[in-house]
């Protein structure tokens, strides 16, 4: 019996298998998302946040004791020498500890975000076919609930020891508004910095030394008439201040002034260089 062999592959039958490059790999892992998916991805990345949350209470410390310490101890011990009596001192500390509170608790969100990175967390997000916004912008999103909390609780402590807004339930209610959203607006600074920095450690240094300038160096605890013209310039000029002015407006008068636009303006500008920075930072990671 004879056999026959089949004839050898030519060249021109073997198929051309060309080389996949980085780009490729990139565009089959990491493909363009709608709003809506961009949005939905962004919601889970918040779940996972509040899992974390609850599996970690101590996380809730500082938006729960400092509220309470924060107004106590600054009310009663700087309230007779700034206004004479505490009960006078109130409508102005009140406003400035919710903005320092809030400034305090978002300041958490780069530390946060760098222990994830260091840990290799991020290493798996990088490989899923998601908006790479939504790692960031899910754990900005959860951490609204800190950010309620503490705003709830100062205004409550200072209802406890005699404060009572002048703008009634609707200024009140617009001046936490006002504080969530500015914390909230203020977080993608420090989100910014835990995808640039090299361990939680210097994020939360480089945090504190953007933090007490930006809350005592405005007008929060005293009038900054009573500041050198140096300091009043940097003080007129802090985005805090405009943030603590306006909430002042809405608690105290009740009125919807020029500071509440400028303070929501500030936001929004916060938000539209930082959160962009945040995103490009983060994929030079990837």
């Given at each position: 019996?004879?056999?026959?062999?089949?004839p050898?592959?030519?060249?021109?039958?073997?198929?051309?298998?060309?080389?996949?490059?980085?780009?490729?790999v990139?565009?089959?892992?990491?493909?363009?998302n709608?709003?809506?998916?961009?949005?939905?991805?962004?919601?889970?990345m918040?779940?996972?946040?509040?899992?974390?949350?609850?599996?970690?209470p101590?996380?809730?410390?500082?938006?729960?004791?400092?509220?309470?310490?924060?107004?106590?101890?600054?009310?009663?011990?700087?309230g007779?020498?700034?206004?004479?009596?505490?009960?006078?001192?109130?409508?102005?500390?009140?406003?400035g500890?919710?903005?320092?509170t809030?400034?305090?608790?978002c300041?958490a969100?780069?530390?946060?975000?760098?222990?994830?990175?260091?840990?290799g967390?991020?290493?798996?997000?990088?490989s899923l076919?998601?908006a790479r916004?939504?790692?960031?912008?899910?754990?900005?999103?959860?951490?609204?609930?800190?950010?309620?909390?503490?705003?709830?609780?100062?205004?409550?402590?200072?209802?406890?020891?005699?404060?009572?807004?002048?703008?009634?339930?609707?200024?009140t209610?617009?001046?936490?508004?006002?504080?969530i959203?500015?914390?909230?607006?203020?977080?993608?600074?420090?989100?910014?910095?835990?995808?640039?920095?090299?361990?939680?450690?210097?994020?939360?240094?480089?945090?504190?030394m953007?933090?007490?300038?930006?809350?005592?160096?405005s007008?929060?605890?005293?009038n900054e008439?009573?500041?050198?013209?140096?300091?009043?310039?940097?003080v007129?000029?802090?985005?805090?201040?405009h943030?603590?002015t306006?909430?002042?407006?809405?608690?105290?008068?009740?009125?919807?002034?020029?500071?509440?636009?400028?303070?929501l303006?500030?936001?929004?500008?916060?938000?539209a260089?930082?959160?962009?920075?945040?995103?490009?930072?983060?994929?030079?990671?990837?």
């Amino acid at each position: 019996m004879s056999t026959t062999t089949a004839p050898a592959p030519t060249e021109a039958h073997v198929p051309e298998q060309r080389r996949l490059t980085p780009e490729d790999v990139a565009a089959r892992t990491s493909p363009r998302n709608s709003v809506r998916e961009t949005v939905s991805q962004t919601l889970t990345m918040a779940w996972r946040s509040t899992k974390k949350m609850r599996r970690n209470p101590e996380q809730f410390f500082d938006v729960i004791i400092q509220p309470l310490l924060f107004t106590a101890m600054f009310t009663y011990i700087f309230g007779g020498a700034i206004s004479g009596d505490v009960k006078s001192y109130l409508p102005i500390i009140i406003p400035g500890i919710l903005a320092q509170t809030a400034l305090t608790a978002c300041m958490a969100m780069g530390t946060q975000l760098r222990e994830d990175m260091d840990k290799g967390v991020f290493d798996r997000f990088k490989s899923l076919p998601i908006a790479r916004i939504a790692p960031l912008a899910g754990p900005a999103v959860a951490d609204v609930i800190r950010y309620v909390i503490a705003a709830t609780l100062t205004i409550l402590v200072g209802l406890a020891m005699g404060y009572r807004p002048g703008g009634g339930v609707g200024g009140t209610v617009a001046g936490w508004a006002l504080t969530i959203v500015a914390a909230w607006s203020l977080a993608w600074i420090f989100t910014w910095l835990g995808t640039i920095a090299r361990s939680a450690q210097a994020v939360q240094g480089i945090s504190m030394m953007i933090m007490f300038p930006l809350s005592f160096m405005s007008n929060a605890f005293v009038n900054e008439s009573t500041m050198p013209d140096w300091l009043q310039t940097f003080v007129k000029v802090n985005p805090v201040s405009h943030v603590v002015t306006a909430v002042r407006d809405l608690m105290n008068d009740g009125h919807l002034t020029a500071d509440v636009g400028w303070a929501l303006l500030g936001c929004a500008v916060v938000v539209a260089i930082f959160a962009p920075l945040s995103v490009r930072s983060y994929k030079r990671h990837l």
